[in-house]
C-alpha cells in the first residue's frame, strides 16, 4: 500500500476477495484469497493494515476463505481451509488463537 491506498501489483492488493465483514467501529474486513491475506480498512476503503501470507505457520494461510467477527470481544475468526484451522485475531490484526490443525 501508499499513503493508506491498494496499490495495483503490490503485495497487499486486494485478489479474490472471499470473504467480508464489517465491525461496529466502521472498519471492514475483507479475506484476500490469492494473496491470503486478512485486510482490514477504513470506512473510506483505503487499508488500515494486512497481515498473513501463503504457508502454514501460525499467521500464515492457505486457502482463506470466510471470516466472521465476534461482536463482544471483536475477535475475527478467519477459516484457513488447507490448514484445517480457524484462527482468531484481535482488532489489530495480531493473532490471538488458533482452533484445529494440519
Not at 28 to 56: P, Y
Request: with cysteine; hydrophobic share 30%; charged share 30%.
Amino acid at each position: 500500500s501508499k499513503n493508506g491506498k491498494v496499490v495495483p501489483g503490490g503485495k497487499d492488493e486486494l485478489k479474490v476477495p472471499k470473504g467480508i465483514a464489517v465491525d461496529d467501529d466502521g472498519s471492514i474486513l475483507v479475506t484476500s484469497g490469492e494473496s491470503e491475506q486478512l485486510m482490514r480498512f477504513n470506512k473510506d476503503w483505503t487499508l488500515a493494515k494486512a497481515t498473513g501470507q501463503e504457508g502454514n505457520e501460525p499467521g500464515q494461510f492457505s486457502n482463506i476463505t470466510r471470516m466472521r467477527i465476534n461482536p463482544t470481544t471483536h475477535q475475527y475468526y478467519v477459516c484457513d481451509c488447507w490448514n484445517h484451522r480457524i484462527q482468531v485475531f484481535d482488532r489489530d490484526l495480531k493473532r490471538v488463537s488458533i482452533f484445529g490443525r494440519r
